[in-house]
């Protein structure tokens, strides 16, 4: 209930994760039949860069910046260059109403699908903190495909799977405030969820402090849980400080069947881009794959020794 994602708006944490998210709804959208998006810690939906949260930590400069100036302000050169998932998703970050001068609005999770889904489909937006469900409620009042629930996400779960329209994604991405007690949380949030729904897709969000901290997790997903698991990771630093965020990933349970070919340039990209004071390191594998998909290589080469400044 402390945890205010004001303070961290458009990070490298956030790159990793709404790519992903963009990717996945795009995934979705090359079906034309409706499908539901499900958010179970939507936050207030929409972040000010230049306003007094962001503004104390700075951390949208070595994220979402970094994408508009490569070069430490020098120019956007090279945003022309990005793939063309991350040329996509970051179009429409400065497409936002707001950003027309420039980068001063960050869109969180909620807004960037629903700018993104069709008139069809639909969003179920939790969010526990008053506060923050009372924005997201002003921000979505005229938009009658997405509802807001003040509840407890994991507890909204049980009624809004599976949605009317039978497909969909599921976002899981708490603020981990419970530490490592969380994790099990999110286990049977998905154990329950995907006895009622097996089909819907479930992309969930954690952080890398300590690698020992998450391993228990990824390997819990790979005994039942889908056929079909894919993991997304970037660290910008080495895992082996609970001191810092050193990196995040994403789990995609139930996968779309090319996903892993979408999000590899773009990872590459975001691993040459995002790195602070040595290059970052990206992980793309298939932590289950019964499909009998070739998998791809499990993570991106050692980096090399940073270049002298």
């Known amino acids: 209930m402390n945890y205010r994602h004001a303070y961290h708006a458009g990070n490298f944490a956030d790159v990793l994760k709404h790519v ?11 079906k034309p039949t409706p ?11 929409c972040y000010a860069l230049e306003g007094k949260e962001a503004g104390k930590t700075g951390e949208y400069r070595d994220g979402i910046r970094r994408l508009l100036f490569p070069d430490l302000g020098a120019g956007n050169g090279q945003a022309a260059t990005l793939p063309p998932l991350l040329r996509r998703w970051l ?5 936002l109403p707001g950003n027309e001068d420039g980068l001063k609005l960050y869109p969180g999770s909620p807004l960037q699908a629903a700018r993104a889904m069709r008139e069809g489909d639909s969003a179920h937006l939790c969010e526990l903190h008053p506060e923050e469900a009372a924005r997201l409620r002003e921000l979505f009042a005229r938009d009658a495909r ?3 629930h ?4 994991y507890e909204a779960l049980k009624a809004l799977v599976p949605p009317p329209e039978k497909r969909g994604l599921v976002l899981i991405d708490p603020p981990y405030e419970a530490q490592d007690a969380e994790y099990r949380v999110i286990e049977r949030a998905l154990k329950a969820s995907l006895a009622r729904w097996p089909t819907g897709v479930y992309a969930v969000w954690y952080p890398i402090k300590l690698r020992s901290q998450v391993q228990p997790f990824l390997r819990g997903l790979q005994h039942g849980m889908a056929r079909r698991v894919l993991r997304a990771e970037l660290l910008v630093h080495a ?3 609970p001191l810092r965020l050193n990196g995040s990933g994403m789990v995609i349970l139930n996968a779309p069947w090319n996903l892993d070919e979408v999000l590899r340039e773009p990872l590459r990209a975001m691993a040459r881009l995002l790195g602070q004071g040595q290059p970052a390191r990206w992980n793309l594998d298939w932590l289950v794959n019964d499909s009998g998909d070739t998998p791809p290589p499990p993570r991106s080469p050692a980096p090399r020794s940073p270049r002298p400044r």
């Open 35 to 45: 499908f539901a998006y499900i958010d179970t810690h939507a936050g207030s939906g």
């Open 91 to 95: 179009d429409c970050i400065l497409a």
């Open 146 to 148: 997405v509802h807001v």
């Open 20 to 30: 992903v998210l963009l990717a996945l709804v795009e995934a979705l959208e090359a």
């Open 239 to 241: 895992d082996d400080s």
């Open 150 to 153: 003040h509840r407890d996400g």
